[in-house]
T-cell receptor
């Protein structure tokens, strides 16, 4: 079945560091990918929609200069948390929609646990 | 904006008891999806319901989509310790591809 690979699985870094998370669709093309954030014991909250070849669309309250999204190819979207601080510590999850199967559910990556010290 | 309300937030049962979680929306949904997230894990897709009144079964799990396509439920018969986790419903926001998730129901089981 369709697979979405997310890397890295976990990151621990110092405050002020920028962290890049990759989301790849391994066996399908995705013009649209989604980035979610999940704080402990909470639900998934959509941060932004990543569009191949164009600017990402951010949800209300999400700082676009803080969370840089690049979707340069049909199989790769990246999320960069710039100058990360402890409050950015969270579980970040991407998902991708198979453009060849638009009525099928999105495919989720395994998530990235980010801990900022 | 559109929201999907999910209840209960927590449910603790004895092993062997049944469990049900409910999702409701104020607007008609094109489809509804259910996910399971084990402690420390990532959400895993369980099922998608599309048709009004649809009922689908996966072994001990029964999923229902309301006639008005505004509510859905997940029922687990005779829970087992492997059912522990948080169950989320999710639905596409009207006219868009992005999903909005319910708050989730955390299921814990006493063996």
């Amino acid at each position: 079945g369709a697979v979405v690979s997310q890397h890295p699985s976990w990151v621990i870094c110092k405050s002020g560091t920028s962290v890049k998370i990759e989301c790849r669709s391994l066996d399908f093309q995705a013009t649209t990918m989604f980035w979610y954030r999940q704080f402990p014991k909470q639900s998934l909250m959509l941060m932004a929609t990543s569009n191949e070849g164009s600017k990402a669309t951010y949800e209300q309250g999400v700082e676009k200069d803080k969370f840089l999204i690049n979707h340069a190819s049909l199989t790769l979207s990246t999320l960069t948390v710039t100058s990360a601080h402890p409050e950015d510590s969270s579980f970040y999850i991407c998902s991708a929609r198979d453009q060849g199967a638009p009525n099928q559910p999105q495919h989720f990556g395994d998530g990235t646990r980010l801990s900022i010290l | 904006g559109q929201q999907v309300m999910q209840i209960p937030q927590y449910q603790h049962v004895q092993e062997g008891e049944d469990f049900t979680t409910y999702c409701n929306s104020s607007t008609t949904l094109s489809n509804i999806q259910w996910y399971k997230q084990r402690p420390g894990g990532h959400p895993v897709f369980l099922i998608q319901l599309v048709k009004s009144g649809e009922v689908k079964k996966q072994k001990r799990l029964t999923f229902q989509f309301g006639e008005a396509k505004k509510n859905s439920s997940l029922h687990i018969t005779a829970t087992q310790t492997t059912d522990v986790g948080t169950y989320f419903c999710a639905a596409p926001i009207q006219g868009a591809q992005k999903l909005v998730f319910g708050q989730g129901t955390r299921l814990t089981i006493n063996p």
